[in-house]
């Protein structure tokens, strides 16, 4: 790794509006950053500003947060569509867009050729190694991993990761940033697929699926097990149909191209609810289904196909 000089961070930019950008954007401003986050959909950018609004309303009437404060935060926090402005102003770049390699590789290279020369660029993705993107830009000592978790403004873990070029001073001017955000990182000494909490969140995942496929337990008791007899506050079905099935499936998929190993690709069963449009609470259906008021209940196939 080289050393460099990186000034301090007063603007954030996050690319992507969805769920996790969007919270990424407002932990940022809640912290007292200037953060803007981009999106070329005006209707992820309506969703995301009610979302959020809605949220940390919230928050305010449970007395989780000061109303003063948030008020404060989002006349912090701006949504574009022009990114070409904001990647100019931003000191700090998150990118929260989806996780397909090709993409991300042609947004860092936009990034790098529109951000000032200080400014680091970082992927919240934990599928894809920030060292498949670096050299997409001329900067590879400012490019790395902040793997944030879902939902990331009650999450309290950031992952940190460096490729072989990353600098040290970006690595620790990212663990900083996460600090400031009141995160916990935690800093990875070298890369591996998945990083640290998924890839033992994912060996869980996996056995689940495996004993659901083998007919040992259904989805519901398996849940039930994980959370009774491990302590953990949901099962990993329930897990899974909250951050998206279809996420999952990505980043096994990722991680296959990256491996070649037979046992990173997606399960039988996972596979067929992505093909199915069943991902999750955000389609009604995934291994469980769910009301229009979001209550859950079980399914009679477990999702399982037949």
């Known amino acids: 790794m080289t050393s460099q000089d990186t ?3 007063h603007e954030v930019l996050v690319v992507g509006c969805g769920a996790m950008g969007s919270q990424i954007a407002m932990a940022c401003a809640l912290a007292g950053y200037r953060a803007t986050a981009f999106d070329l959909d005006t209707g992820a950018i309506d969703r995301a500003a009610v979302e959020l609004r809605r949220r940390l309303d919230r928050d305010v009437a449970k007395g989780r947060r000061d109303e003063d ?3 404060a935060a989002f006349e912090r926090l701006s949504f574009t569509t022009d990114l070409d402005a904001a990647a100019r102003r931003g000191d700090f770049v998150i990118e929260a867009a989806a996780e397909d390699l090709e993409v991300k590789r042609d947004v860092f290279a936009r990034l790098d050729a529109l951000a000032p020369a200080h400014t680091i660029l970082t992927t919240n993705s934990s599928a894809i190694a920030s060292s498949r993107i670096a ?4 900067r590879p000592d400012r490019v790395a991993n902040m793997h944030f978790f879902n939902p990331a403004l009650v999450m309290r873990c950031v992952e ?7 600098s040290a001073a970006t690595v620790e001017t990212t663990a900083a940033l996460a600090r400031r955000l009141g995160k916990d990182p ?5 890369e591996v697929p998945g990083f640290v909490a998924n890839r033992i969140l994912g060996a869980a995942r996996d056995e689940a699926v495996s004993l ?7 989805v519901q008791d398996i849940d039930t097990a994980c959370r009774t007899a491990l302590g953990y506050p949901m099962g990993p079905f329930e897990l899974m149909d909250l951050t998206g099935i279809d996420i999952g499936y990505r980043a096994k998929l990722a991680r296959y191209a990256e491996t070649e190993d037979p046992g990173d690709r997606p399960s039988r069963t996972v596979t067929e609810l992505v093909e199915r449009g069943e991902l999750g609470r955000k ?4 291994f ?5 008021d979001g209550t859950q209940y079980p399914r009679e196939d477990d999702g399982i196909p037949r």
């Open 7 to 9: 000034p301090r961070v």
């Open 69 to 71: 404060a948030v008020t």
């Open 135 to 138: 050299d997409a830009t001329s």
């Open 160 to 166: 940190v990761v460096g490729g072989p070029e990353t």
């Open 186 to 190: 935690v800093v990875l000494r070298k």
């Open 212 to 218: 659901l496929e083998q007919g040992v337990a259904s």
């Open 283 to 286: 389609t009604g259906l995934g």
């Open 288 to 292: 469980y289904g769910y009301a229009d």
